[in-house]
């Protein structure tokens, strides 16, 4: 199927590795520029050079690159001032950043609460408040964010998270239904389950070295509670991404949509 969006500019966030890197991945082999943008130069190289190297990539599509952290002002102002960029008229923006850390409610103080309300609430409200306008104006817009299956099914140690994302799926809901709707632009939430990245190795180190079992235990038994039998990878979660972006999901906004595996034991 062609997604009808070549020669469109994504702005995909959180895209050195995991989830965001599939999604960048995806729109580059529809033939989308995409700028990708993370925390570490280092990463962002190896990144890049993946994306420009890939075979599927058509050959004018365009992989553009910008060390920042997108949770702080001056990050988020990096993204717009990327050379070679469309400023701030991207066609398609995916937000996403690192998740807020496990613990117990009791020990979260205010500053841990509005870290975590920065990076995964406030964080992609202000990237959607910067293009949205101009998507409508243009008379197309995608915008994706990539959350987390926690705000379907929270998980208790995950609080700062369930919450966080909680309130950007209810500010979501809202926007999505706004005028920009008869404009061409949507808003839709993507919920990864158990994905095989970085973080979820490193959620395994921790849950091995409190339990003292192997990892690949570990694994196994997550696996198993998966109806699927596995975790999901990156290249499906980006080709998920990759059709909400496109011109055949117009008709789609407002929604939350929870690639896990069949984990979520919910009728809805
Ligand atoms: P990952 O650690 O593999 O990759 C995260 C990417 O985001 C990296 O490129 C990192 O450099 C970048 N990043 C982190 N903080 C950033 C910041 N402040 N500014 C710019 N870039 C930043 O993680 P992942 O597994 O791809 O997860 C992506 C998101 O999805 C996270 O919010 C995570 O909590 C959520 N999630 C993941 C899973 C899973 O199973 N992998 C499940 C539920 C939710």
Redesign the pocket.
């Known amino acids: 199927m062609d997604l009808g969006i070549a020669g469109k500019w994504a702005l995909v ?10 999604c960048a991945q995806a729109l580059v082999r529809e033939g989308v520029n995409v700028v990708i ?4 130069a280092e ?1 962002l190289q190896v ?1 890049t050079a993946g994306l420009l190297g890939d075979s599927l990539r058509p050959a004018a599509t365009q992989v553009l690159s910008v060390a ?4 702080t002002p001056e ?1 988020r102002a990096a993204l717009f001032a990327v050379p070679g960029g469309p400023g701030i008229n991207f066609d398609i923006v995916v937000t ?5 850390p496990p613990g117990d409610f009791r020990d979260w103080d205010r500053e841990a609460w509005i870290k975590a309300v920065d ?2 609430m406030l ?1 992609p409200i202000e990237l959607i408040k910067s293009t949205i306008d101009g998507m409508a104006e243009r008379g197309f817009g995608r915008i994706v964010n ?5 705000v379907k099914s929270p998980i208790d140690i995950l609080g700062l ?1 369930n919450g966080a994302r909680s309130g950007l799926t209810g500010f979501v809901a809202g926007v999505a239904r706004s005028s920009i709707a008869a404009r061409g632009v949507t808003i839709n939430n993507l ?10 190795a ?1 959620t395994l180190g921790a849950a091995a070295k409190k339990s003292g079992k192997p990892i690949e235990a570990i694994r196994a038994a997550q696996q198993a509670q998966i109806p699927a039998g596995r ?2 990878n ?1 290249a499906e979660f980006g080709a998920i991404c990759a059709f909400l972006c496109s011109v055949h999901a117009g008709y789609l906004t407002g929604q939350n949509i929870l690639p896990d595996g069949g984990a979520y034991p919910g009728t809805y």
């Open positions: 966030c959180g895209a050195s590795k995991g989830l965001g890197l599939g943008a993370a925390r570490g990463g990144a920042s952290d997108v949770t990050g996403n950043a690192g998740g807020p990076a995964n964080t990539i959350t987390s299956s926690s998270s919920l990864p389950g158990k994905f095989d990245t970085d973080r979820l490193g975790y999901g990156p």
